[in-house]
């Protein structure tokens, strides 16, 4: 489904890959490890089109993401570095939005049932919550996501509880039991038990 | 598509709501600039009545300039803006519900207030429909014709004065028509030339500024 080619991407002098090409098919999970600044998020970023590659393309079903743009980002979750949330609103009003903005619609019951696998309060400001409860409240997109052929997850793990990092495993697993796809950086070990799992070291 | 625009109109008011002091700000810029004009002046009728409508104008626009820097900063912060930019709905429509609500938050207050503030420019009251319904027309240009600088200023070291400098002679146009539909009423003449153009310039700001802001964008975030 999704098919990179000859992607070149520099950062200011400094190449961080050349010629980088690879696909992904339907029930696969691909893993970008590398250390820190090893341009794991960029090739995400590049991935996903919110950056344009110094050479090469990416291509979604054949065509290239560039010329689908929201065609293409309807058919994908990222969630990247930041979490994307709202420090006035609430955590289910997070969501909702989020999902609304995906092009999905939010049913209040779906958004309360996927803030309470994550075991986050739906109707406290997410100003009070902590770090790790903010990172899982945007992680809480996942459980409303399944539709969606392909995740895009920039370090999913950090900053989660072990309870938090089983339940993302267990949620990307099943996606991929699916038959779609998941494309994910970590730059420590991860135990996901998918059929296929291929992994792109960086650096 | 029309879901995701109602989407993020209701997140920026609801946010502006649980932020009043966002919202008072830039009222508050406008309500203080156009009251220190005559305490600047001092109290000669006829001089406040002829410079009126020039200086609400100027202080409707830097009013409205104010706010802007804070358009796209906040979502580009945590990240929202990502999340805008891969959307289901067409980045110009998402970026035209943004100005929408910034518009309802910023400019529309500054209409409702200027009756007001015509009153220690000791205007005749039959000017303050010509001069409310001039901002009104007005001001959404200004959201329109900001936001684009906002967008390209986005995330620049500096970038609010950058955006000054880079906006306010954009919003020459306004301000002559502005300003002139006002001038022209007091006068005794129709203001509906001028209120025209002004509309003019609305729909055509309405139609392009959408897809330049999302342009920008897409240039800044990279």
Redesign the interface.
């Given at each position: 489904m999704l098919e990179a080619s000859n992607l070149d991407c520099r950062r200011g002098r400094r190449t961080l890959f050349r010629d980088l090409s690879f696909s992904l098919r339907r029930g696969e999970l691909l893993r970008i490890a590398g250390a820190n600044g090893s341009g794991k998020t960029s090739l995400l970023k590049i991935l996903c089109g919110l950056l344009t590659p110094d050479a090469g393309e990416v291509r979604w079903r054949g065509e290239p993401i560039r010329q689908l743009r929201e065609d293409f980002s309807r058919n994908l979750a990222y969630l990247g570095h930041a979490p994307a949330v709202k420090d006035d609103l609430t955590a289910a009003e997070n969501l909702a939005f989020a999902s609304k903005l995906a092009g999905a619609a939010a049913v209040p019951e779906f958004v309360q049932a996927a803030l309470a696998r994550y075991g986050i309060p739906a109707d406290v400001p997410v100003r009070k919550l902590s770090q790790g409860q903010r990172r899982r409240a945007a992680l809480a997109r996942l459980p409303l996501s399944e539709s969606v052929p392909l995740w895009l997850l920039d370090e999913p793990f950090a900053a989660l509880d072990a309870h938090a990092a089983r339940l993302t495993e267990a949620l990307i697993a099943g996606h991929v039991a699916r038959g779609h796809a998941v494309v994910f950086t970590t730059h420590q070990e991860a135990d996901i038990g998918a059929a296929v799992l291929r992994v792109i070291e960086l650096g | 598509?029309i879901?995701?625009a109602r989407?993020?109109v209701r997140?920026d008011l609801?946010?502006a709501l649980?932020?009043p002091s966002d919202v008072g700000t830039a009222l508050l810029f406008f309500v203080i600039v156009a009251s220190l004009f005559p305490l600047g002046i001092g109290a000669e009728p006829n001089l406040l009545r002829a410079v009126a409508p020039g200086v609400i104008w100027v202080a409707a626009l830097l009013a409205s300039m104010l706010c802007l820097s804070r358009l796209f900063a906040a979502d580009h912060?945590?990240?929202?803006l990502?999340?805008?930019?891969?959307?289901?709905?067409?980045?110009g429509m998402?970026v035209a519900a943004k100005v929408l609500a910034h518009w309802l938050v910023a400019g529309l207050p500054l209409v409702a207030i200027a009756p007001l503030i015509a009153l220690q420019y000791d205007l005749p009251p039959a000017l303050y429909g010509t001069l409310a319904l001039s901002l009104l027309l007005g001001t959404p240009v200004l959201s329109l014709v900001g936001a684009i600088g906002a967008a390209l200023t986005l995330g620049l070291r500096g970038g609010g004065v950058l955006l000054a400098l880079l906006v306010l002679p954009l919003y020459v146009p306004v301000l002559i028509f502005g300003a002139g539909s006002v001038d022209m009423a007091s006068a005794g003449l129709s203001p509906l030339g001028q209120l025209q153009l002004l509309g003019a310039l609305l729909v055509v700001a309405a139609a392009f500024a959408p897809w330049a802001i999302a342009a920008a964008l897409r240039i800044s975030?990279?």
């Open positions: - | 598509m879901e995701a989407a993020i997140r609801l946010l649980r932020r912060a945590d990240g929202t990502e999340q805008m930019l891969l959307g289901a709905a067409p980045l998402i975030t990279e």
